[in-house]
């Protein structure tokens, strides 16, 4: 299925999942955990990400084999075009086809931590490239990445919004964002993307705070506010206390997705981590209230 019929007017708000491929044996168990207890949930398709510079691969495409080929799940499989040449990105989406896949989400991936990385001469300097080499090669449908706040190594907003419009134009049909612990930032994005007359599905990314290191962590590396409301929540519980931590995300998140949907958006995307107790808290509570189907 081409994940945009999803999407088309009168549909229902999807609600997908992402998961990633685990790098080591405790990872492969909490991974197993999620698919299981999250496929229960019955989410409209999931997605597996793409480690830059072809460091996952493997197992990447195992991860998407399973869900699509033995859980019949859709998926859309994310692929970063990071240090990659030609060949290497015509084997990956080759392998994705055989096995039947027919949506990828196009990401230029960030240099990989290895110091003796040699990005190919060849390799693409944008995820718009990507785009248009995919689009050459295979009818997939395509999505791209954008950032509500801007990505974080862009010259201004409206420079961001001007390369996000010449992904589009080169073919991608559906935009997922990145997260954000304000929506007044992706409400704003929307906004912005349709002045600029980009007209394709916006799915916003959520992401459930499961620790504090880890919310931390990846604000800095994504360009994501840590908003007075979420640092001063926090700072109200009870140190170390990881449980309440949890219990404060899910409700943060469920206020979240309750305010997303009620603004109309197409489907909420979760960013799962590869954990499921806080995503089917989340979903509980949104279908308990009839927000969702
Ligand atoms: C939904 C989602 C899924 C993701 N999945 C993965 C994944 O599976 N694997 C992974 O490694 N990473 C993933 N990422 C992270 C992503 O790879 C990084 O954020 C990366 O830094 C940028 O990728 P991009 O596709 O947005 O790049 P681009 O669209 O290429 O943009 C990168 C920067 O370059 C600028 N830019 C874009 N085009 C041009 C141009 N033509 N000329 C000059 N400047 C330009 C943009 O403004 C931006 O600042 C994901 C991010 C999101 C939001």
Redesign the pocket.
Known sequence: MRITDLWSPGKKPTVSF?L?PARSEKGAVSLKKAIDELSELKPDFV??????GGSTREG?RQLVEVLKNEKQMEVIA???C?GLGPDDITAVLDSYRDMGAENI??????PPKEEDFKPHPNSL??????VTFIRQRNDFCI?????PE??????SKE??L???K??VEQGAEYI???YFYDNAYFFDFVERCRTARIQVPIVP?VMPIYSSKMMSMLADL?GVTITDEVRQGIAGLPEGDKDTLLAFGIEFATRQCRSLLEAGVPGL?IYTMDRSASTIALLKQLRTEGLLP
Request: aromatic share 14%.
């Open positions: 992402e990633f997605s597996v990400t793409f480690g830059a990447s994310y692929f970063a990071y989400l196009a990401v230029r991936g960030d300097p944008h995820a718009s490239d990507l999505g791209v990445a954008a950032y801007g990505h974080i190594e862009a010259a420079k961001d001007e390369y996000l010449l992904k997922i964002t990145n990314g994504c995307h």
